[in-house]
Structures are given as structure tokens and as C-alpha cells.
């Protein structure tokens, strides 16, 4: 069967090729008329445009890269459910890249989109990122890029996150109107920005309510539900006193509460536990765990609107737009001491 090309649109309807092609490309020099017939002409034909033929002659791909850090995590995956809503009902489709929290293959992301001609990238670093060259080359190449969630602080650009401070605050703060005093919390070894704000938010907290910051009680390593569960086995071999545990997400925290009912420990009766994220298994494990809310769905529609506003205007690129938005407190059995 022959491939039907523009130049067939064109004879069918006795026109140049060109008016065809900009008809397709939905120009606005064309009538609407004739592009209704052009449309029209080329379903009953059965043309399939050729996408990457397309994209050369307008330098345009209408695909957005986004880069995450893992789809594992339900977090990420409703911020690109939230990304993908708004820039599908926006003519583009998106490109996905998963790093798997490893900085090689964050690189190999960006150059895939790179090579791929994106209109765009949306990224969230990995925990292994301490360099920033791959994402100057964006810039370098005035290739739209926003970050979500974790950014790179040495690069000025737009961005979407939550106030990661303010979660760390009332998640503690929570946990001390619950009548907790000795507040354990599980922190990230890396040099990540979010996870420093959620520990500045702990010990703000606890400054506030007339509690004494003991080192003891912030544990640093590579967060994961192993880790949680390491952290209350060697707290225990220690002697470590504390009452409740805040983790930096969700996962550890899980590995947390596993291990203190191992040990035959009454959540939240002995020990309270809150995390954060909100990820999907909080509320269906027993007890039921406390977190903080990162607002997923809404963080992927905004950072996907703030893309669009910059690319219809170029002046936006001098003053970046920093969208903070708000945690919010999700309260379960497994700190609700109280009732």
C-alpha cells in the first residue's frame, strides 16, 4: 500500500504543498477553512504525520522531558500524573526518565532529552547529585528547564516545591502536643536541601516548646525501609531512650513501626511515629501512619502551568518564578496518642 504523503493532500485539494504543511502545523496565516479541509482531506486518506519530520522544520517536538529521582515512589508518580494532565491537554506529550537516585543515570536522562530535541525539562535531582554541569548545558542550550521538589541550590531557576521547613515543624510539633518529649528523628547523610529544611523544622520545634535538641537523637543514613528498621535495632542495642520518631518519609518510617511491633512495642501508646510524603501504603497498613502531605498532584499541575507561562514569555527567564507550596498535617493511629 503507497504512503500518502503531503504532496497527495495537496493534489487531492489543489493546493501547495506548503499550505498543506502549515495547515497541519495549524499555522495562523492559514484560513480555518482551509484547514478544516485539509484535516478532513487527510483522515479520509489515512496520512500519519511524521512526527520527527515535523519537529525539524518547526524546531519544535511539543515533548517535555521529566526526569524523577523514582516511580517506586508514589509521590513522584502523582506529580507526573499532575504534569502530564496539564501539558496533555496542552499538545504535548512528555518524555519520562527515571534516575533511580543514581547521578549517572540523571545524566543519561538529560542527554536522552537532549538528543531527543525536547521542548523542555521538568527534573527532580537524585540524592547522588553534588554536581550541576549537565543541567548548565540545558541552560547553555536555552532549553526551558523547572525543578520540582528537590532543586539544585547553586542554580537559579523555576521551580515548584513545598515549604519542607514548616513539615518538619508541625510534624514535630504534632508529635510534642501528643505529649512525646523525646522525638527521635531519621535524617538523610546527604547534603539535600529538602531533608536539611525538614531537620531545621524539628529543631525549631523543639526550641519552641522548651525541649532540649539532643544529638543522640538525629540519626543520619541513606533513608529506605531497611534503614528504619537498622536505626530502632541499634537504638535498642544502645539503650537509646526516646518516645517517638519522625522520618524523613515514609518508607523509613514503615521499616520503623515494623520493627518497633517486632519488639512488642504499643503504637502509639510507648512510641509514636510520623512520616512524610503521604505515599499510598500509609493508610492501609495497621496502625495507620501519620504523615505530612506533599500536595503531589497539585505540585505536577503547577510546575506544568509555570512551564508553560515560561515559554510564552521570554522575560520570565530573568526572575524565575519559586512556587512554595503549603504541607499538610495527615493525622493516623500511629501518633494519635490523644484521640
Known amino acids: 500500500m503507497k504512503k500518502i504523503t503531503i504532496l497527495d493532500i495537496a493534489k487531492e485539494l489543489g493546493i501547495t504543498f506548503s499550505t498543506v504543511a502549515r495547515a497541519l502545523n495549524d499555522h495562523p ?3 480555518a477553512k482551509t484547514k478544516i479541509a485539509v484535516r478532513e482531506t487527510a483522515e479520509r486518506l489515512n496520512y500519519r504525520q511524521n512526527k520527527i519530520a515535523s519537529s525539524l522544520r518547526s524546531g519544535k517536538s511539543n515533548v517535555i522531558g521529566v526526569l524523577v529521582p523514582s516511580l517506586q515512589v508514589t509521590f513522584f508518580s502523582l506529580v507526573v500524573y ?3 494532565q496539564v501539558m496533555n491537554a496542552n499538545g504535548y506529550n512528555i518524555l519520562l526518565y527515571q534516575s533511580n537516585e543514581k547521578l549517572e543515570q540523571e545524566k543519561n536522562g538529560i542527554e536522552t532529552f537532549l538528543q531527543s530535541r525536547v521542548d523542555g ?12 554541569a549537565h543541567y548548565q548545558e540545558i541552560i547553555t542550550r536555552k532549553t526551558p528547564l523547572l525543578f520540582f521538589d528537590r532543586i539544585p541550590t547553586q542554580l537559579n531557576v523555576p521551580s515548584v516545591t513545598i515549604d519542607d521547613y514548616k513539615g518538619g515543624f508541625i510534624a514535630t510539633e504534632h508529635l510534642i502536643k501528643q505529649g ?13 536541601s529538602i531533608f536539611k529544611e525538614r531537620l531545621r523544622g524539628y529543631m525549631d520545634a523543639l ?3 522548651n525541649l532540649k535538641i539532643d544529638e543522640n ?18 537504638a535498642k542495642a544502645s539503650g537509646l531512650n526516646f518516645d517517638a520518631v519522625f522520618a524523613l518519609e515514609d518508607f523509613t518510617a514503615m521499616g520503623v513501626m515494623q520493627q518497633l511491633l517486632e519488639y512488642k512495642v504499643n503504637i502509639p501508646e510507648e512510641v509514636g511515629v510520623i512520616g512524610f510524603a503521604n505515599e499510598s501504603f500509609g493508610s492501609l497498613v495497621t496502625p495507620n501512619l501519620s504523615t505530612i502531605d506533599q500536595q503531589a498532584l497539585t505540585m505536577g499541575r503547577e510546575v506544568a502551568k509555570l512551564f508553560l507561562k515560561q515559554i510564552k514569555d521570554d522575560s520570565l527567564e530573568d526572575h524565575p518564578e519559586q512556587i512554595v507550596l503549603d504541607p499538610i498535617l495527615i493525622v493516623r493511629n500511629s501518633s494519635n496518642k490523644k484521640g
Open 121 to 132: 525539562i521538568i527534573a527532580s535531582i537524585s540524592t547522588e547529585t553534588t554536581e550541576i
Open 180 to 192: 512525646y518529649k523525646r522525638i527521635l528523628h531519621i535524617t538523610d547523610e546527604q547534603d539535600i
Open 29 to 31: 496565516a492559514i484560513s
Open 217 to 234: 537523637l538525629i540519626i543520619r543514613g541513606n533513608f529506605s525501609l531497611a534503614f528504619g528498621k537498622q536505626v530502632i535495632q541499634e
Open 82 to 84: 499532575g504534569i502530564e
Open 207 to 209: 526550641l519552641h516548646y
